[in-house]
């Protein structure tokens, strides 16, 4: 069973964020945040800054209440995020390199 308690994640240089951290970890060691609506609102905007300098990171689209995560070098769907039951969302989960602070 997971259990996800209250934290803080990072985004390689971005954040950190306010979570909810699973008592799991990606086999490749990436935490499993949980985050609101709001700090997706967050850290996309802090992804579109960084990439304004350095565009290596895939951004985030927010409609609606789904999260649209597209591949920086072609603009394709990476991945689309609805929320959880608990209204959160998991972005990223498996791929993107979280650490929890």
């Given amino acids: 069973m997971t259990i996800w308690t209250p934290g803080l994640v990072a985004l390689d240089t971005l954040g950190p ?9 990606c086999p490749n060691g ?9 700090v997706v609102r967050r850290i996309a905007a802090d992804i579109d800054a960084d990439n304004q300098f ?6 985030l689209r927010v409609t609606g209440t789904t999260v649209d995560v597209i591949d920086y070098a072609d603009g394709d769907l990476v ?16 791929y993107w390199t979280w650490t929890a602070c």
């Fill in 17 to 25: 964020y306010p979570c909810f951290l699973s008592s799991r970890t």
């Fill in 79 to 94: 991945e689309r995020c609805e929320p959880n039951e608990d209204g959160t969302y998991s972005i990223g989960h498996g």
């Fill in 54 to 59: 350095y565009r290596d990171r895939d951004t």
């Fill in 30 to 38: 990436f935490a499993l945040p949980r985050v609101s609506l709001d």
